[in-house]
């Protein structure tokens, strides 16, 4: 039967230049990974950048537009509404029904 050990301390013990070696190739490891990870957020950013600016340049006129009509009604105040609500029609119960008064057809008459 075989004795697998899996305490780091029982192997061989490392030299001084061996962990010297390590220290600086995990720190050459952490830089990379750092300007890596900083030069794909920039180009992130660029392209995000570059798509809220042709979003920006293409709604213009929507936003022109809106603008007008905003500017419109705060000077019209008293124009009517071009959206009718079924509250404002007499004869509409809710939306759904219509009363209709029809002398003809009452009971009792």
């Known amino acids: 039967m075989t004795n697998i050990s899996f305490d780091p301390s029982g192997g ?57 009509q905003m500017h419109e009604q705060m000077r019209e105040p008293t124009r009517e509404s071009p959206y009718r609500s079924p509250a404002d029609e007499p004869n509409v119960i809710d939306g759904e029904a219509v009363r209709v008064d029809d002398e003809r057809n009452r009971l009792g008459q």
């Open 12 to 68: 061989p013990q490392q030299g001084l230049l061996a962990r010297i070696v390590g220290g600086v190739i995990g720190v050459i490891a952490l830089i990379g990974a750092f300007m890596f990870s900083a030069v794909v957020f920039v180009a992130v950013a660029i392209v995000a950048l570059a798509f809220w600016g042709w979003f920006w340049w293409k709604t213009r006129a929507l936003r022109r537009q809106m603008q007008e």
